[in-house]
């Protein structure tokens, strides 16, 4: 076992998140979150008050590194190029976080009327970054549409080459521009 004073807080938030991704929030335990980590419960509480807090966590620290990734596309640039680096930061971001994707978009089968309104809450907030930078390359179309797209098409494989994901956000971007 380890120590708890060892442990860091950003180690049980990626565990947790992993596990989310796999099982509903009630499917996953305190204990089998220190289980994972090889730490005892008390080293989790040290942290956290409970698996609610770490649960919420895992989605915000997300959200918040979505919002510094796309917040670097600036509206300078002509609609169309904007369009395409949505499309580019978006897929890179969903291929390295594909665990908080799950729990977002695909992992809302919770009983708890809290959770399911915080899941719904955060999804919202996340669309609503995603359709503001829309907005600024003049592109009006949903973005649900886009997002849906890239995270089926990340999901289906572990990994894509620069080349592939290049193509594939040009192949969008055009995609969508005819639509």
């Known amino acids: 076992m380890r120590k708890k004073d060892k442990l860091k807080k950003e180690e049980i938030i990626e565990k947790a998140r992993e596990m989310f991704s796999q099982t509903p929030f009630e499917g996953v335990s305190m204990n089998e979150i220190a ?3 090889g730490v005892t419960k008390p080293a989790l509480y040290y942290h956290f008050k409970n698996k ?3 649960y919420k966590k895992a989605i915000e620290e997300s959200i918040l590194k979505f919002k510094k990734t796309i917040s670097k596309i600036t509206d300078e640039k002509k609609p169309e190029r904007m369009l ?3 499309i580019e930061r978006y897929f890179s971001f969903v ?5 908080f994707i799950r729990i977002l978009f695909y992992n809302f089968s919770s009983p708890s009327k809290k959770i399911k309104k915080y899941l719904k809450s955060s999804r919202q907030e996340f669309l609503k970054e995603i359709e503001k930078k829309l907005k600024e390359a003049s592109f009006s179309q949903n973005a649900l549409f886009l997002i849906s797209l890239i995270n089926n098409l990340a999901l289906l494989k572990n990994s894509f080459s620069h080349s592939e994901r290049k193509k594939i956000c040009y192949q969008i971007k055009n995609f969508l521009l005819k639509i």
């Open 52 to 54: 609610e807090e770490i």
């Open 84 to 86: 395409e680096e949505i």
């Open 35 to 37: 289980k994972s980590l």
């Open 95 to 99: 291929l390295k976080e594909k665990n």
